[in-house]
């Protein structure tokens, strides 16, 4: 069992950032590839970035690329995946969830087999 936590989230004015974490946990918790999903309110969880187990291999989702970085730290107890956001946009707005996948290079939920509970993002005026 692999257990994710998100924490960060909250309410960011447009324009401005925003980090969010997670920490994961587990069994075997550091050969996981990591990544950030998001449900926008009334729509479906989209995909937002990847990492692959050596934070070497990058995937974002469309138009995420270049305000949305995601990176990893490993620790000796728990691995921390962290999701920087810039330059936030009202359309932002949405529920972010940490995942683990064996695989890299996923972008469907159902490719992944652990999740996080979610922290809410509300980029607003």
């Known amino acids: 069992q692999v257990q994710l936590v998100e924490s960060g989230g909250g309410l960011v004015q447009p324009g401005g950032s925003l980090r969010v974490s997670c920490a994961v946990s587990?069994?075997?918790?550091?050969?996981?590839?990591l990544a950030w999903f998001r449900q926008p309110p009334g729509k479906e969880r989209e995909f937002v970035a990847a990492i692959s187990v050596n934070g070497r291999n990058l995937a974002y989702g469309n138009g995420l690329k270049g305000r949305f970085t995601i990176s990893r730290d490993h620790e000796r107890v728990t691995e921390m995946l962290y999701l920087q956001m810039n330059n936030l946009k009202p359309e932002d707005t949405a529920v972010y969830y940490c995942?683990?996948?064996?695989?890299?290079?996923?972008?469907?939920?159902?490719?992944?087999?652990?999740w996080g509970q979610g922290t809410r993002v509300t980029v607003s005026s």
């Open positions: 995942a683990a996948a064996e695989a890299t290079g996923n972008r469907l939920p159902r490719d992944y087999v652990y």
């Open positions: 587990g069994r075997m918790f550091s050969t996981y590839a």
